[in-house]
């Protein structure tokens, strides 16, 4: 919708941390993979990537633990698992953890499903929009044991990676999380 | 030792007695299918067994309430008129419970049936027991099966086809080419596919 040469001056208009320079090592940083689109809400920017783009943004950092869930707002239980996952983002963002919720929303759904959905929740976590249709290459590039059913989820750090097809509750999220951080 | 022996025949022994865990596995290519017996929306039960004449069966595991099934819902309904005639017929099951979905209810996939005029037999999975043991994770996920004097034998897991989002951007046919290289006796380029698809609940 826009395009990147205003990547920029949007950058510097908006309140959450997409693309910023990685002072704090944010999961999706401009530098390492250009989205090739930008979604706009009114308080935060949705960048849209490839596969291949967005396998740029998955390589680990010395001190930081990255949440990556995978969701869509037409997916009943990831829905409901989101507040875990914003729980988790507030509660744990001073121990350099970060949540990254990737949506699979039909690009063709965004206007009427997506932005809406992120305009009635204002998440505090970073989103990104993952938009490629060519799902049998890039699945077994997250987990080889992934069937691609949602919701799944993706915990790394520089000493460990954990992939889970299934649904979290706070409790059972941050049990998970916490294997990652001691 | 006499000790260690009888702790290693009771640690076997519990072994031994465990079932094995077929939620878990579900089938791998080469693997007999089981047949069934599920109520279709115009009431009947219907099993593979009914089908004297098929070659093979498309079993695709789907239902009312996922927009991926709803993205593919034209196509399936394609590949059954196109490959019934040739002996491998669709063969749609819904594997969700109503009480967690109840867009999946008996009666709504009788109206979705109905309204989109499905070809092929739509079937509820009422006690959520066949889906497992195919190994099903997700709407919509194919299995299609070839008809053998040993049984029905698994031949491709997956995906329909390379692109959800559009038909006409289809690169690659999976399951029009696994059809079409087992009706004609071929080796099946890609066996198993991958796809996002809604969780079975």
Redesign the interface.
Known sequence: MRRLGLLMVLVAFVSCKSGEHSMNYSFVDYETAKPHQLLSTSYCDIPVYTFDEFEKLLKVHPQKTYVVNFWATWCKPCVKEIPYFEKLQSTYSSQEVEVVLVSLDFPSKVDSQLLPFLEEHHLRSQVILLDDPHQNRWIPKIDKDWSGAIPATLIFNANRRSFYEKSFTFMSLEAELQDFLN | MIRMLLVLMAVSGLFAFSPPDHRAEGYSIGDIAADFSLKNVDGDMISLSDYSAAKGFLVIFTCNS??YAN?YEDRIIALDKKYKSSGVPVIAINPNNPKY?PEDSFESMQKRAQEKAYTFPYLMDVKQEVFPLYGA??TP?CFLLEKTDSGNVVRYI??ID?????AM?VEVR?VEDAIEAMLSGREIQIEI?????????
């Open positions: 996922c927009p993205a979905r994770k997700r996920h997956g995906a390379d692109n959800y989002q559009d951007e999976y596919t991958k796809a996002i698809g809604c969780s079975i609940k």
